[in-house]
C-alpha cells in the first residue's frame, strides 16, 4: 500500500492542496461486514471528501435491528445476484456492492428504495466527484440489495457501519 509523501522536488508541487494528509491504507481487495439483521434499504446518497467519495445507504429497523451486512469486491463485470445477468456501468474500474438490506417491504413486496434495474441511483449526481465516475441499481434478490459503482480506477476502499448506515468511502489517490 502506498502512502502520499510530501513533494520533495519542484516537479512533484502539483499535488493538489491537501492531498499530502490523505493517507489510506485501505486497500483495494474485496472486505464484507457480518450482519445479523436484515433492516430495510430506504436510500442512498453520495457525499464529496477531502480525500474520497462516499456512498451511504440509509437503513430502517424492521423489528430485528440495523445490524445488516455488507460485501464490497471490484469486479470486471457487474452480474446480477439471481440472474447472472450483466449490468452495464461506466468507469475504469467497477465495484459490486451487496448491502444485506432489502430495497422492498418484506411484507408487502412495496419498494422502500424506489429504483429501475440497470437505471442511474435516483437522485445522485456524481458531477464534481474525484472517485466516483457512475452509480446503477442492480436490483435486489433475498433480501440483499446490489449496487454497481463506477469508479475512475481501481482504488482503495473501505466499508463500515454507523447506527443506521452502511457506508462505503472510495479514495482518491492511492
Not at 439483521?37 to 477531502?50: D, K, V
Not at 469486479?75 to 432489502?102: D, F, I
Not at 435516483?122 to 433480501?143: K, S, V
Request: some cysteine.
Amino acid at each position: 500500500m502506498r502512502k502520499t509523501a510530501a513533494p520533495t522536488t519542484a516537479a512533484t508541487t502539483a499535488v493538489p492542496p491537501g492531498v499530502q494528509g490523505c493517507v489510506t491504507e485501505w486497500g483495494s481487495r474485496g472486505k464484507s461486514l457480518a450482519g445479523s439483521s436484515h433492516p430495510q434499504l430506504t436510500g442512498i446518497r453520495a457525499g464529496r471528501h477531502e480525500c474520497f467519495d462516499r456512498l451511504v445507504f440509509d437503513l430502517r429497523d424492521t423489528g430485528g435491528g440495523l445490524d445488516a451486512g455488507c460485501r464490497a469486491r471490484y469486479v470486471e463485470t457487474l452480474h446480477q445476484l439471481g440472474s447472472g445477468g450483466p449490468v452495464p456501468v461506466g468507469g475504469g474500474a467497477v465495484l459490486e456492492v451487496v448491502v444485506g438490506a432489502p430495497s422492498y417491504d418484506v411484507r408487502t413486496g412495496e419498494p422502500t428504495y424506489d429504483a429501475e434495474f440497470g437505471a442511474p441511483l435516483p437522485g445522485i449526481a456524481l458531477g464534481g466527484h474525484r472517485a466516483f465516475r457512475d452509480a446503477r441499481f442492480a436490483g435486489g434478490f433475498e433480501g440483499e440489495t446490489q449496487i454497481g459503482l463506477g469508479v475512475r480506477a481501481r482504488l482503495p476502499f473501505r466499508v463500515f457501519r454507523t447506527a443506521d448506515h452502511l457506508v462505503v468511502d472510495v479514495a482518491h489517490t492511492w
